[in-house]
């Protein structure tokens, strides 16, 4: 049974740092890209990162390049959100999700598995 289990979000003030981890199991996720997603009340899901199976590629919304780094550890089967220069904007919860395929996802409807979510809230 595929399993991703989401850690390290909180509350942050405005400007400062969070990093977000992903755990996988049920399978090797080496084989498949993964993204980060998230909802904030009243929106729709969004896409955040994406990384391929590798590292090689990624791809972020927007909003946010320059300020998160998504990367991944294969040989421990995670991903991670580095986020820097948190804005009020940025808070949601935050989903974990793997891609169909060994490709980098960048919508919701390319991800097979998700994550139950962690909240990151921002005050400013």
């Known amino acids: 049974q595929v399993q991703l289990v989401e850690s390290g979000g909180g509350l942050v003030q405005a400007g400062g740092s969070l990093r977000l981890s992903c755990a996988a199991s049920g399978r090797t996720f080496s084989n498949y890209g993964m993204g980060w997603f998230r909802q904030a009340p009243g929106k729709e899901r969004e896409f955040v990162a994406g990384?391929?199976?590798?590292?090689?590629?990624?791809y972020y919304t927007d909003s946010v390049k320059g300020r998160f780094t998504i990367f991944r550890d294969n040989a421990k089967n995670t991903v991670h959100l580095e986020m820097n220069s948190l804005k009020s904007e940025d808070a949601a919860v935050y989903y974990c999700?793997?891609?169909?395929?060994?490709?980098?996802?960048?919508?919701?409807?390319?991800?097979?598995?998700w994550g139950q979510g962690t909240q990151v809230t921002v005050s400013s």
């Open positions: 999700a793997v891609a169909a395929g060994l490709f980098a996802p960048r919508r919701g409807s390319e991800c097979a598995y």
């Open positions: 990384i391929n199976w590798s590292g090689a590629t990624t």
